[in-house]
């Protein structure tokens, strides 16, 4: 079968689980993101890895391995190496992973993580952990920030003008921006798919996924300079692709759905749709994955 008409089998199957009009009409507020992320605690060390990390893991050769979940983080490295960066921020820093990698290869950077729903408890010298919201670095000082990084939650924001606005103003001259994340390939879509990236990006408790051309609008916007900019769809596929095969478990029996539903909050089982969904719309060239290398100008 096809990608595309696998993608219809399974969002038929889906409707058969979920009430899909009910999801594609939630409203994302700040709260229902914390209640999500609480929520999905242990799914996300399950699905990923127990030592935190809560993003794809871009792999290069075809195959999937926990070790590809630090490939953005030392890409971010790279850049903090070559330009002899110190202080850093990292917006969305969930568990502190990234940060703390960071840190403890490089014991002379100072970075802040700042993140709404989590607090990680451990400490790691260099790194301080902020529990708040990405829109507002105020206690920060501005022209502070030689690199500041986000993997995988711009696309939670509904006001990315206030987030780049907060970015430009907290970095250095000539700072960097570094952004991994998803968006819409197309920035115009059939009703029909529109609705499934709606029913994808609210299931991971994501308003919506900007188009590509949208975020190269917000970058030029903001007077940044868009130094890299590379396309690592294909390469997160076999993440995708384990997560596909994963939920297909649970889409594959309807009493053990109902079980689950028993025990785990629905907000929790509600992501399975995006994971069932994920590989089959980056194969049919709906959803893409980027990293962004911005420079303040
Ligand atoms: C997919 S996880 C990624 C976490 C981390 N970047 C990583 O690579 O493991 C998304 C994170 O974004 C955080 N988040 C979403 N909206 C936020 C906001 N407005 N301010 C701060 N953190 C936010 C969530 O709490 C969650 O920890």
Do not use: W
């Amino acid at each position: 079968m096809d990608s595309k008409n696998m993608m219809k089998k399974y969002i038929e199957r889906i409707e058969r689980f979920f009430d899909t009009k009910k999801i594609i009409n939630e409203r994302i507020s700040l709260e229902y993101i914390q209640d999500y992320y609480r929520s999905s605690i242990l799914a996300y060390k399950v699905l990923h890895t127990f030592r935190g990390y809560m993003h794809m893991g871009i792999s290069f050769d075809g195959k999937y391995k926990v070790s590809d979940l630090l490939t953005s983080v030392k890409i971010v490295e790279g850049y903090i190496k070559d330009r002899k960066f110190s202080h850093i921020l990292e917006l969305a820093s969930g568990n502190g992973v990234n940060s703390s990698y960071l840190v403890c290869r490089n014991p002379d950077l100072e970075i802040i993580g700042i993140d709404l729903s989590t607090n990680p408890k451990k400490s790691v010298k260099g790194y301080r952990h902020i529990n708040g919201d990405f829109h507002d670095l105020n206690t920060l000082k501005d022209n502070s920030m030689d690199l500041i990084f986000v993997i995988e939650a711009l696309c939670h924001s509904q006001n990315k003008e206030e987030v780049f606005r907060q970015c430009f103003k907290k970095l250095k001259k000539r700072g960097l921006f570094i952004v991994f994340d998803g968006y819409s390939r197309k920035s115009k879509l059939s009703k029909k798919y529109m609705e499934t990236i709606s029913l994808i990006s609210k299931s991971m408790a994501v308003d919506r996924f900007i188009s590509l051309e949208e975020f190269r609008t917000l970058a030029n916007k903001f007077n940044f300079k868009i130094i890299e900019e590379k396309d690592f769809s294909s390469n997160v596929l076999p993440n995708a692709e384990r997560f596909r095969k994963i939920s297909n478990v649970y889409f594959s029996s309807y009493i053990l759905h109902k079980v689950l539903t028993k025990i785990f909050p629905m907000i929790e089982l509600q992501n399975l749709i995006s994971l069932n969904l994920l590989s089959l719309s980056v194969k049919n060239n709906l959803l893409c994955y980027y990293m962004h290398v911005l420079e303040k100008n």
